[in-house]
């Protein structure tokens, strides 16, 4: 490769889905440095130490260089902070030649948009995922990001066919896979050895089922909670339930007066957010989960447990032709319902989608080299 000086990369943080996606990339990168300097640059939308540290800890990624502190707030507020925090770090230092943003959050689209206004280069790590349901933030992040990004990274076929019905440039969607599995892969047989499972008064073989929650649209109001308690209030009668609680939702609880309506759902099983290898000990050995998360639905689908979302709509529709999950309407009967067909051994089968693979990084840190190869052909 004929190159003045090593490639610069910023690799963007934010939140807590965004860590199990860069991790493996970071590392990936690091492996050539004779060709690139990936640098992780966290916002800090989350900072707490269990929705942020803990997660660097257990995947073995080192302190970002740099750290924007940018914190909660509205969307507007978040946003922009993050914009004006990024903007000033990159003017106050040597340009990065590229910039990877990866999923759905507010600082995907803040950073991206940045990067792109200074003419820096922007590769989109889960591009082309597409809910089609404009009411969630996620899906104006996704959209305008893949709107402005010069790299369409995508982790399933489907991907590839939102962004060319969008018209997109063939030219720019590269299917690399799922990052996420490289994370998950690397980290499993470590997990098989956490102790959580006696954290939480669970036994050899056990059924339990995993709960979490913290899409707005099911947390944010006081009805929906209110509905989603008392589903958890039947299923509790016959079974354990595990539910490491998000920040949002606690506060939710708080500020609804719900908290004696959760104390009173027996079998209940509360925690505060939890890292990412006790975590996916829980995902494993779970007899189903109860989640609105989107990388939950992925992982449940590479461990093969049934999944139930708790959604209207999906965005990894992958995971319901191919894997595990399953969407559910939102109203106690049917989620009661459907959990008690699960426990009966009605679950769809599943198997692992393509390229979910373990080797996604491997891909997309060629496609980078090659990228960067015709760049300077030109
Ligand atoms: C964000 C992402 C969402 C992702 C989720 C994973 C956006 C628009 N949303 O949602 O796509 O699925 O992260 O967790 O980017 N809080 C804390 N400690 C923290 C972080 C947040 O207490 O470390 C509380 C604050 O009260 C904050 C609230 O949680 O206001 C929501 O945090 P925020 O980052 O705005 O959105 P999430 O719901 O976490």
Redesign the pocket.
């Known amino acids: 490769m004929t190159k003045t000086r090593k490639k610069l990369i910023h690799l963007i943080v934010?939140?807590?889905?965004n860590f199990m996606k860069m991790a493996p990339l970071y590392k990936q990168l690091k492996k050539e440095n004779e060709i690139f300097e990936p640098v992780l640059i966290h916002t800090g939308?989350?900072?707490?130490e269990?929705?942020?540290k803990l997660f660097f800890v257990d995947l073995g990624m080192p302190e970002p260089s740099a750290y924007l502190d940018v914190?909660?707030?509205t969307?507007g507020a978040?946003t922009a902070r993050i914009i004006q925090r990024y903007e000033e770090h990159i003017l106050s230092r040597i340009k990065p030649h590229l910039v990877i943003v990866a999923?759905?959050?507010?600082?995907?689209i803040a950073c991206a948009l940045v990067a792109k206004k200074l003419h820096i280069p922007v590769a989109h790590l889960e591009a082309g995922l597409r809910s089609f349901d404009e009411k969630m933030?996620?899906e104006i992040?996704r959209v305008l990001t893949d709107r402005i990004s010069d790299l369409l990274l995508t982790p399933s076929r489907d991907a590839d066919e939102n962004l060319l019905k969008e018209g997109v440039d063939p030219q720019k969607i590269h299917f690399v896979g799922n990052i996420m599995i490289d994370s998950l892969i690397e980290h499993k047989e470590k997990a098989k050895e956490s102790q959580i499972l006696t954290r939480f008064d669970i036994k050899e073989a056990e059924p339990y089922a995993l709960v979490t929650l913290?899409?707005?649209s099911n947390v944010d109001e006081k009805e929906g909670l209110i509905m989603l308690l008392d589903a958890f209030a039947e299923i509790g009668k016959q079974n354990k339930l595990i539910f490491p609680m998000?920040?949002?939702t606690?506060?939710n609880i708080q500020r609804y007066l719900l908290s004696d309506k959760l104390k009173q759902i027996p079998n209940l099983h509360i925690s505060e957010p939890i890292g990412y290898l006790d975590f996916m000990k829980l995902q494993m050995d779970a007899k189903l989960i109860l989640t609105d998360?989107?990388?939950i639905q992925e992982e449940s689908t590479y461990f093969g447990v049934p999944c139930l979302t708790l959604r209207k709509n999906t965005e990894r529709p992958i995971t319901i032709w191919e894997g595990t999950n399953k969407l559910v309407s939102l109203d106690s009967k049917s989620i009661v319902e459907q959990v008690y067909l699960v426990l009966q051994g009605e679950v769809a089968k599943g198997k692992i989608p393509q390229y979910w693979d373990g080797n996604t990084a491997q891909r997309i840190t060629a496609l980078i080299r090659d990228w960067f190869e015709a760049e300077s052909d030109v």
């Open positions: 934010g939140a807590r889905p939308q989350h900072y707490d269990r929705m942020s914190g909660s707030g969307h978040q999923g759905d959050v507010n600082s995907t933030p996620e992040n913290h899409r707005p998000h920040p949002r606690k506060n998360s989107g990388g």
